[in-house]
Structures are given as structure tokens and as C-alpha cells.
């Protein structure tokens, strides 16, 4: 018997006398493949979370995902911190933790998945131009995005006029017709000085805004709901201009017919106005007027069904003390 041997056989010895089972001496790791989770083990996993997530997330804000790392052979949780889930996610967590937790790993993250579509009149994030917006009763139509000058805090413009109840707060739906706050007026004007307010964006996280307007397919327009304003400009007569706003029921466009109008609505009058051959109905206040990727204005009145008024965009900035937003994309 060799010394190799010899020495095998007394740790045999040694270790059947204290009741254990001797694993044969060796250079080699013992092998891990007992506890590492094969692909099959992963995906039924995701499976059984995926199957899960529906009731466990309902309307939360920030919603628990799940992904394969076949590489780490792993399961990767993605869930908001933990002072933001709600009773449904806790519960979720410590399910997966309890059923698959020597191979899940959580991932504190806020994550919303969001189709990025729109059923006219709403749209899923990001906020955009020509939403219909409401609040206590009352219907306008959210117009384009702006920064304030002073502190660059986000905003949605929309017609003064709106503001009936002011401190309310705003709201929109996502394209299921899901409701969610937006947030109150910020500011507002209606009368000589002009019709314009703008509504304080409270979660600019979870809306991630973008200056986009959803064009509706239409006589001379193409379907886009996510059509860019990239620039904001001045209007002349004769250009052609087009308005979504919430409740005429598609994007309409026509010509401008005259500037620097004077329009007395009963309980104000207000001048410096664009005229124009564009179609709006009540609830289309505050939409937005646009062309070629270009703000013109805030929709505020119409003198009879197609034939409207609006705001122009740089008078409404300097009114608000914004800057209308551009998209960059």
C-alpha cells in the first residue's frame, strides 16, 4: 500500500468512527451543479412571477418587472423601494424570496412599462400636448409642455379660462382610461392681459413628459401620436395651422384668416388674437395649434364652429414666464 493510500484509509477510518461519510480526497471543487438553478429552473421561475405580477402591482405608480440573467443564472427583480410598494407588492417579494431565493435577487428600481400610445382623447406616458385634461366637472383640453424661466420646473400649458376652480387639481387618463392626477394651476390669466394658465406638473418622474401633440388621422392628416414640436413661432396670413383639441373628436386644420384680432367674450375682452379656419367645439379650450413641427398657439374661443381664435405661443411664454418645450428626439 502506498503512503497516499495508507493515508486515505486511516481519514477512512477516522471519519466512519465519528459517523461520516468520506468524500474521496481530490484537487478538484465538489461539484455546484446541485445548487445552481439549470434554464428550465429560471424560466418556469419567470414564469410563475410574470403570471403573478397583474394582481400583486394593480395601480401602483411603480410596478415590480422580472428578467432572466442567464449568465449569472440568475432571476432579476426589479421593485420600487420598499417605502413605495403597496401591501400586494410587499407580499409578491416575500413570495418569490420564500420560493426562489437561493437563486432571485431584488433590484430597487422604478419602473412604469407604458405602451406609449393614445386613444383619442387620452394618451399613455409621457404627458403631452392635446389631452383632454379635467377637473371638478370641468373639461380643457392640456396644451403644450413649458419650463418656467425662473427655476425650469415643468408645467402644461392650457387656456386661462379653464381655471374655475382654482387650487383644484388636474387630472388626465392613460389610453385604458385609467384616471391619474397631473396637478393644479400654477398660474393663470383671463382678460385684457390675455387667457392662459399653466398647470404644475407634480410627478415629472412618472409622466416623463415630452413635447409631443397626437395627430389623429384625419381629411389632410396623417395618424402620429407622437407628432414633435421642435421649434414655437409667429403666425402670418394664409398659413396653414391644425388644433388637437379633446372633444371635437379629431385633429382638424385649416388656414389663418387674420391676426391681431379683438375679441370680446362677454366677460372679458382680448386682443392681440390669430383667427383661423379651424374646427373646435367646448372642452377643445387650451388645445394646441400647431404646423410643420412648430407651436403657434393656445386654442381659447371660437366665433362659430369652424372658425376659431387662439393665443399666439410667444405671447402665452411671456404671459407665463415660460419657454415652451422642444423635443429633441
Known amino acids: 500500500m502506498t503512503q497516499i493510500a495508507q493515508v486515505r484509509y486511516l481519514l477512512t477510518l477516522l471519519l466512519g468512527t465519528l459517523g461520516l461519510t468520506c468524500l474521496a480526497l481530490s484537487a ?33 405608480m411603480w410596478r415590480i418587472g422580472v428578467r432572466e440573467d442567464l449568465t449569472a443564472r440568475r432571476l432579476v427583480i426589479t421593485a420600487p423601494p420598499e417605502s413605495a410598494r403597496t401591501a400586494s407588492q410587499r407580499k409578491l417579494v416575500a413570495d418569490i424570496s420564500s420560493r426562489f431565493g437561493q437563486f432571485a435577487t431584488v433590484e430597487v428600481k422604478e419602473v412604469r412599462f407604458t405602451r406609449l400610445g393614445c386613444t383619442y382623447p387620452f394618451c399613455d406616458p409621457p404627458l403631452r ?17 413649458a419650463r418656467s424661466r425662473t427655476d425650469n420646473k415643468l408645467y402644461q400649458m392650457t387656456a386661462g379660462h379653464c381655471n374655475v376652480n382654482p387650487g ?4 388626465t387618463r392613460f ?7 397631473i396637478g393644479p394651476f400654477h398660474r393663470s390669466a383671463y382678460g385684457p392681459a390675455g387667457d392662459g394658465g399653466i398647470i404644475r406638473v407634480s410627478n415629472p418622474p412618472g409622466w416623463r413628459s415630452r413635447a409631443w401633440v397626437p395627430v389623429t388621422s384625419g381629411p389632410d392628416t396623417t395618424a402620429n401620436a407622437n407628432y414633435p414640436i421642435r421649434a414655437d413661432g409667429n403666425s402670418s396670413v394664409g398659413q396653414r395651422v391644425c388644433v388637437t383639441g379633446a372633444q371635437f373628436g379629431r385633429t382638424d386644420c385649416g388656414t389663418v384668416t387674420a391676426v391681431n384680432v379683438t375679441g370680446d ?12 379656419s379651424i374646427c373646435a367645439i367646448p372642452g377643445d379650450s387650451g388645445g394646441p395649434v400647431f404646423a410643420r413641427n412648430t407651436a403657434y398657439g393656445l386654442l381659447i374661443g371660437t366665433a362659430s364652429l369652424c372658425d376659431a381664435v387662439f393665443e399666439p405661443a410667444r405671447t402665452e411664454e411671456d404671459l407665463l414666464n415660460v419657454n415652451i418645450s422642444h423635443d429633441a428626439g
Open 28 to 60: 478538484q471543487p465538489a461539484s455546484a451543479s446541485a445548487t445552481t438553478p439549470t434554464t428550465s429552473d429560471i424560466r418556469a421561475a419567470n414564469g410563475w412571477v410574470a403570471a403573478s405580477l397583474r394582481s400583486a402591482n394593480g395601480n401602483a
Open 129 to 145: 400636448a392635446g389631452i383632454e385634461i379635467d377637473s371638478s366637472g370641468v373639461s380643457c383640453t392640456g396644451s403644450f409642455l
Open 168 to 171: 383644484a387639481t388636474w387630472s
Open 175 to 181: 389610453a385604458n382610461r385609467e384616471p391619474h392626477n
Open 265 to 276: 367674450f362677454g366677460d372679458a375682452v382680448i386682443s392681440g388674437l390669430v383667427e383661423a
